[in-house]
């Protein structure tokens, strides 16, 4: 066997190995996941204070306000609609999606403050989103919208791309 030739099975055989790797993990059930990858421990992220992490696997919409030592990626959206009604909608589209868990011990409703898991449709690796809700001046409201992935150190914009999906869905409905 030549040189080439065992560069060449060398190499077939690693890529079997990954495809099977991946099949495993695609059908593995979200327990058999974090048995494999530890527990979800999601600390309590207190926007005040937070400090974020170098890695690039987050993003954060924040007000200045409310995130002073933060570095958001972007400011809060604003909604012309009362705290309450946008809990409501937050709150109706996480319970609906089918990829979204809701921390139910992590429900501050005196701050207006929510945890969720989602997990990414194929590989189902969870990823944590904390929102808080403020109010404005005006009668509207802001929130604090953080999304993080649990684990890796690159999410590849999963976590913006998540934040502009959710706003996308919850954003037309304010005026209803």
């Known amino acids: 066997m030549s040189l080439l030739d065992a560069i060449r099975y060398a190499a077939i055989v690693l890529s079997i190995a990954v495809v099977i790797l991946g099949m495993a993990l695609l059908f593995?059930?979200?327990?058999?996941?974090?048995?494999?990858?530890g527990?979800?421990?999601?600390?309590?992220?207190?926007?005040?204070?937070?400090?974020?992490?170098?890695?690039k696997n987050s993003y954060l919409?924040?007000?200045?306000?409310?995130?002073?030592y933060a570095h958001p990626d972007g400011p809060a959206p604003v909604f012309?609609?009362?705290?309450?009604?946008?809990r409501t909608i937050l709150l109706d589209f996480a319970d609906k999606a089918p990829n979204i868990r809701t921390y139910s011990d992590r429900?501050?409703?005196?701050?207006?403050?929510f945890d969720f898991i989602e997990r990414t449709p194929a590989m189902r690796f969870p990823d944590?989103?904390?929102?808080?809700?403020y109010p404005t001046d005006d009668g509207g409201s802001t929130m604090a919208i953080y999304s993080r992935s649990?684990?890796?150190?690159?999410?590849?914009?999963a976590n913006r791309d998540r934040i502009t999906r959710w706003l996308a869905i919850i954003t037309p409905a304010e005026e209803f």
């Open 28 to 37: 593995m059930s979200p327990g058999q996941l974090e048995g494999l990858f």
């Open 39 to 55: 527990k979800i421990e999601a600390e309590i992220v207190d926007f005040n204070t937070l400090e974020r992490a170098s890695n």
């Open 61 to 68: 919409l924040c007000s200045p306000e409310h995130c002073p």
């Open 80 to 86: 012309a609609i009362p705290p309450e009604r946008l």
């Open 107 to 113: 429900m501050d409703l005196e701050l207006q403050q």
């Open 128 to 133: 944590i989103i904390t929102v808080r809700i």
């Open 150 to 157: 649990v684990y890796g150190q690159s999410d590849f914009n």
